[in-house]
């Protein structure tokens, strides 16, 4: 198992977990053969090729980063030129000794904090969110899914699938790539009913299919983030939205107590930090920030849980504290916290922020404010 995480949950026995750490070594040596191949690939291509046939439907536009997202869309708010200057020189050289150091590391003390190398995020991902542990535990249960709810035509999954990406234009033509995230969120909400088919669900399970590739993958990696018995964040996405307005108050009053000129100028301008950053909870900053950084957040959500997702929302406020504190009027101050996450192009400096900066950062202050500050629930 890669992490502390699944090493922690599998609970298999010895004779099993040596098999499931025999089985990510040959995992990790694999991912480390191709990143030792990739190495001197670069971070944006000009190629319309796509590797694993078309899983997440064909690149069909001239620019795009490693992920499939376009740099060339005139609508994306994204500074894509400033984007491939970080990512072609300054982060180039943290990926390379990123890369270096999981080739030659032992498995179970994977740096995940520092980030993932790519090619290793899709084995990675599945073993610390304890999806592959499910998977073993439920084998059929993706398929056994499908069967009992096939994929019919669904009114809410199909205004779901524009809004699918609104910031990033990943390679997502209507098929087959949509097929498969219908699939996953039919499947889900039928695993799930109380959540059954809501908002932000979409970004997620895109998310997972871009990164994991395989649909069942995806799937069981979404029951372990925001499922019945998940443990890496509250149930953001019940009908009530209970869990998420009392994590949006505790991330409020996280800002209050680390920031109170911040705090203030949020009260004077008549704004809460809520309007903001309900969007950053509910899709966990997908489509909120760049590719890469979304993925440096999602390396350490994963591995941490919902405290990444505080630490994020205040790493943001420390890095532009001066810029809005020097906001003139109510328009400047939202738009400097709201464009904070657009701006985060240098995901190293953020996520170190995040992590180095910010200080003693106690799950108990997180859960003894959760108990003070939580919203009443409709059911």
């Given amino acids: 198992m890669f992490g502390r995480r ?13 098999e499931n750490i025999a089985a990510s070594k040959a995992k990790a040596n694999a991912a480390a053969r191709r990143a030792r191949a990739d190495a001197g690939k670069p971070v944006f291509t000009a190629t319309a090729s796509m590797d694993d046939e078309t899983e997440l439907g064909e690149r069909s536009h001239k620019h795009q980063d490693r992920y499939g997202f376009r740099t060339d869309d005139p609508s994306s708010p994204l500074k894509w030129d400033a984007i491939q200057e970080y990512l072609s020189h300054q982060y180039a050289a943290i990926l390379m ?10 498995v179970r003390d994977l740096p995940v904090l520092k980030g993932v190398p790519s090619d290793w995020r899709a084995p990675v991902w599945l073993d610390i969110c ?7 535990q439920n084998p059929n249960l993706y398929a056994q899914l499908l069967v009992d709810s096939p994929a019919k035509a669904n009114p809410i999954l199909t205004a779901l699938f524009p809004r699918t990406f609104t910031l990033n234009r990943p390679p997502m033509d209507p098929m087959p790539s949509i097929q498969k995230l219908r699939r996953v969120l039919v499947a889900y909400a039928a695993y799930d009913p109380e959540i059954g088919y809501c908002q932000g669900l979409n970004f997620i399970a895109a998310m997972l299919l871009l990164v994991l590739r395989d649909e069942s993958d995806a799937f069981y990696a979404l029951t372990q983030i925001i499922g019945k018995d998940a443990h890496l964040a509250p149930r953001y996405h019940v009908p009530s939205m209970a869990p998420l307005l009392t994590d949006l108050a505790v991330a409020e009053e996280l800002v209050r107590l680390r920031y109170p000129e911040i705090h203030d100028l949020f009260v004077r301008n008549g704004v809460t930090l809520s309007l903001i ?8 900053f997908i489509d909120s920030t760049p590719p890469e950084t979304t993925m440096r957040i999602w390396d350490s959500f994963l591995y941490e849980g919902s405290k990444v997702l505080f630490r994020v929302t205040l790493a943001l406020i420390q890095i532009h504290h001066q810029e809005l504190l020097r906001a003139k009027d109510m328009a400047s101050f939202f738009n400097g916290v709201k464009n904070s996450s657009l701006a985060a192009v240098d995901c190293h400096h ?11 950062f106690r799950r108990s202050l997180i859960n003894a404010l959760r108990e003070e500050l939580a919203a009443p629930s409709t059911h």
């Fill in 97 to 106: 000794h990123r890369s270096s150091r999981w080739m030659h590391i032992y």
């Fill in 6 to 18: 699944a090493t922690k949950d599998s609970g298999a026995g010895t004779e099993q977990a040596d």
């Fill in 277 to 284: 950053a309900t969007k950053w909870f509910i899709c966990m």
């Fill in 350 to 360: 953020l996520m170190d922020v995040a992590f180095n900066k910010l200080g003693t």
């Fill in 130 to 136: 304890g999806a592959t542990v499910f998977r073993q």
